[in-house]
């Protein structure tokens, strides 16, 4: 008796929908709970809610402006999402994109779907026209970190403090040339 191969399965990488929210809400949630924990006070990732992501997430998917939320579907469901827009801090040039968020469910951290998710945003910016693209990252989260690496993103030296409940974490900029050929900004 011979023994096969498991199936493949494929990993689709779509558009988010606004019926998508609540998925995207949940997992959210769990990612921040399982990529944060001795990063973030554990009572921050204690009070995160699904149903105050899930207002978020209804609001943007329903009115995204220039913003694009991409999903990883497996299986079925959703794996994970990304989603980019323009940064805030106007001082970026004209051409700059933010990757706002990049989430995954943990038991789906390094099959390769954080790639795709990746791939498919960056691509979606280049297409849009931008130039360059920037992201936050927290300073501790070593594993997003070297994800980001990895995939050619290149640190800028930009670092600012967030505020979880008067527990100061580090965030560190990330910069990536979408015109390929320079490997830092300016």
Known sequence: MTQ????????IIRAALPPDAADIARVHVEAWRAAYVGIVPQAVLDRLSIDRRLQFWTRRLRD?????T???????????????????????????????????????????VGRLLMRRSIDDLAER?????????????????????????????????????????????YWLDLRGGSTGPG
Do not use: C, K
């Open 64 to 68: 995204p402006g220039e913003s694009r």
């Open 129 to 173: 026209g931008f130039s360059s693209a920037i992201l936050w990252v927290l300073t501790e989260n070593e594993r997003g970190r070297r994800f980001y690496e990895a995939v050619g993103w290149q640190a800028d030296g930009r670092v600012q403090m967030l505020d979880f409940d008067d527990t100061l974490v580090e965030e560190m900029g």
């Open 4 to 11: 096969t191969e498991p199936t493949p399965t494929i990993v």
């Open 70 to 112: 991409f999903v990883a579907v497996r299986d079925g469901r959703i794996a994970g999402f990304a989603g980019t827009g323009r940064p805030t801090d106007p001082a970026h040039p004209g051409g700059t994109a933010e990757l706002e968020t990049i989430y995954l469910l943990s038991e789906f951290w390094r099959l390769g």
